[in-house]
């Protein structure tokens, strides 16, 4: 049978608006996917719907649609995405208007049932989907499926269940399209995009990397590429980067199946060609991840800037001005963050200055509206010298809260409404399996003693970040077996909390792949309650892996 070709043109609501047309355009698909929903997503359409009860999907899609669905009509492409969000119906409707006016046969059909039942101040709450109800309304003929709330990988592990007739125990099989879904997932990552080892890539290819897509086989292997001529470089190092981004242990949960990252091979496989193979799987868990979204409160945030000498002093007598104004009614959080990206003896302003950032939370909008902006704007004139702010400070807003919750699968009314309107109800997967650790592996022998020089860990190791609710994880992978061997045994957990000062007082937990040379570290409550909080300068953990690899350890010479 021949390998079934998936595309993806969309990492997040946001992302390149061209990237329909160019997959289109840009060589043979059998499927286009997109992904445009994320924790912060669902909290944005959560609040549109509340303005607009025809709203709560990407607009963005239903956009591209106008020229992507006589495009992919054309060409005999299916469309499978999640930008149905909170109202998969609502933009199946919009579809087929749109197609009318187009005057295209285009059939569409959606899946719904991952919304769950209201909870007081919750905004918005799901449980995330498999890929059978997507696989049951291609089965129907849909040409078009939108989705709500699924899991990434399902954009990928339905149209494979179609196209294959894969059954729901063909566990290796299902787990390959897991691993394929989540490289395919977040688009140009897998293509050179945040890609770590960036400075070893031609820079003109990294000016626009084209987005991936992967040849998917029957036995669930796969191969990761892009269209020809298209910007980008797919190597083993931007697909093993791609492959530990927001993962954690040795098992990677879905609702179609368990897939064992410890299995996982790479190889190059020609120029901008990974092969992906060996994959296990086990049955799925018995309960579904859900989200919910609810609001926290209300916040705001002042950035004080401070020029040129004395700086620790003006930002304490600023500190102490802003707390004796709001003493008498102060917000619930008050925070201060002193960034020192001055330098002495600087050329320019901008780079003899510091920041010093105020965040203040409350649930009363006014505590954090003009009480602080009063405080902060009446200080123009009697604070530090050299006194202004990067912004003058708004009123507040209001900022949301993510909670990881878990539900019986079987609790979950998965649904495909197909392109005849026919609603059929898809089972729940026929075995499951409770979630546990794997046992570490055995380890190589470390490297024998020998010189060593101070250098930043990221001169050998590649390292990739991201957030999951209130946690972050951060996978770390090197490139030989020898840099294994002393990476192993050299950045243990209690090291990792001495490299990276914040994570120090918190749950760190390391898990070794020794299949991808990598480390997986999962940082619990670093980000407090999610991305949409805003509770650290870097809310999302993008950046964290980055600020790993700038941290200097003892390199043995020989590795340099």
């Known amino acids: 049978m021949n390998p079934l070709r998936i595309g993806n043109a969309s990492g997040f609501y946001g992302d390149r608006f061209t990237a329909v047309r160019e997959m289109l355009t840009g060589g043979r698909l059998d499927v286009l996917t997109g992904d445009y929903l994320a924790e912060l997503t669902m909290l944005i359409l959560g609040r549109d719907l509340l303005k607009d009860?025809?709203?709560?999907?990407?607009?963005?899609?239903?956009?591209?649609?106008?020229?992507?669905?006589?495009?992919?009509?054309?060409?005999?492409?299916?469309?499978?995405?999640?930008?149905?969000?909170?109202?998969?119906?609502?933009?199946?409707?919009?579809?087929?208007?749109?197609?009318?006016?187009?005057?295209?046969?285009?059939?569409?059909?959606?899946?719904?049932?991952?919304?769950?039942?209201?909870?007081?101040?919750?905004?918005?709450?799901?449980?995330?989907?498999?890929?059978?109800?997507?696989?049951?309304?291609?089965?129907?003929?849909?040409d078009v499926v939108v989705t709500?709330?699924?899991?990434?990988?399902?954009?990928?592990?339905g149209p494979a269940q179609w196209h294959f007739g894969w059954g729901p125990e063909e566990y290796d099989r299902l787990a390959g399209a897991v691993v394929a879904g989540h490289v395919l997932e977040c688009g140009t990552q897998a293509t050179g995009g945040n890609y770590a080892f960036f400075r070893e890539l031609d820079?003109?290819?990294?000016?626009?990397?084209?987005?991936?897509?992967?040849?998917?086989?029957?036995?669930?292997?796969?191969?990761?590429?892009?269209?020809?001529?298209?910007?980008?470089?797919?190597?083993?190092?931007?697909?093993?980067?791609?492959?530990?981004?927001?993962?954690?242990?040795?098992?990677?949960?879905?609702?179609?199946?368990?897939?064992?990252?410890?299995?996982?091979?790479l190889t190059q496989d020609g120029p901008d060609r990974v092969r992906i193979d060996g994959v296990r799987g086990e049955a799925p868990p018995p309960t579904l991840k859900a989200g919910r979204c609810r609001l926290g409160g209300h916040r705001n945030e002042v950035v004080f800037v401070l020029t040129g000498l004395d700086v620790e002093a003006k930002a304490a007598l600023v500190r102490e001005q802003v707390h004796e104004a709001l003493a008498k009614n102060p917000p619930a959080d008050v925070r201060w963050e002193l960034a020192r990206t001055d330098r002495a003896d600087a050329d320019t302003e901008e780079t003899a200055s510091a920041l010093l950032r105020l965040v203040v939370r409350d649930q009363d909008p006014e505590k954090v509206g003009r009480a602080l902006t009063g405080a902060a704007i009446e200080l123009a004139l009697a604070s530090y010298p050299g006194f202004h702010v990067t912004a003058p400070p708004g009123r507040g807003a209001p900022y949301g809260v993510f909670e990881t919750a878990y539900v019986p699968a079987g609790d979950v009314p998965h649904t495909a409404v197909l392109p005849d309107g026919t609603r059929a109800a898809i089972p729940v997967p026929p075995a499951a399996r409770a979630l546990e650790a794997v046992p570490e592996p055995a380890l190589p022998a470390p490297p024998p003693p020998g010189p060593t020089v101070r250098a930043p860990l990221g001169r050998i190791a590649g390292a990739r970040s991201g957030d999951k609710g209130g946690d972050a994880n951060v996978g770390v992978w090197v490139r030989t077996e020898a840099e294994w061997r002393w990476l192993v045994h050299t950045l243990t957990t209690d090291r990792f909390r001495a490299l990276l000062p914040e994570t120090a007082e918190l749950d760190v937990t390391r898990h070794v792949l020794p299949n991808l040379r990598a480390l997986n570290f999962t940082v619990t409550g670093i980000l407090g309650e999610g991305v949409a909080s805003q509770a650290r300068f870097d809310p999302q953990a993008k950046a964290l892996g980055e600020w790993l690899r700038s941290r200097h350890v003892d390199v043995p010479e020989d590795l340099l």
Do not use: W
Request: one cysteine or more.
């Open 53 to 142: 009860p025809s709203a709560g999907y990407a607009r963005t899609f239903l956009r591209q649609m106008e020229e992507g669905l006589g495009l992919a009509h054309e060409r005999g492409t299916r469309i499978v995405a999640n930008a149905g969000g909170l109202n998969p119906a609502g933009l199946a409707d919009a579809l087929r208007e749109l197609a009318a006016k187009l005057g295209l046969p285009t059939r569409v059909a959606h899946v719904e049932g991952d919304l769950l039942p209201s909870e007081p101040g919750v905004l918005t709450a799901n449980a995330y989907l498999g890929g059978a109800g997507i696989a049951a309304c291609l089965a129907a003929g849909a």
């Open 148 to 157: 709500g709330r699924v899991t990434d990988a399902a954009l990928v592990t």
């Open 203 to 265: 820079p003109k290819a990294l000016l626009r990397p084209g987005f991936p897509l992967a040849e998917l086989y029957e036995d669930g292997s796969a191969v990761v590429t892009k269209h020809p001529g298209t910007g980008g470089v797919v190597d083993v190092g931007t697909v093993t980067a791609q492959l530990l981004y927001e993962t954690g242990g040795a098992r990677y949960a879905g609702p179609d199946a368990t897939a064992r990252l410890d299995t996982v091979r």
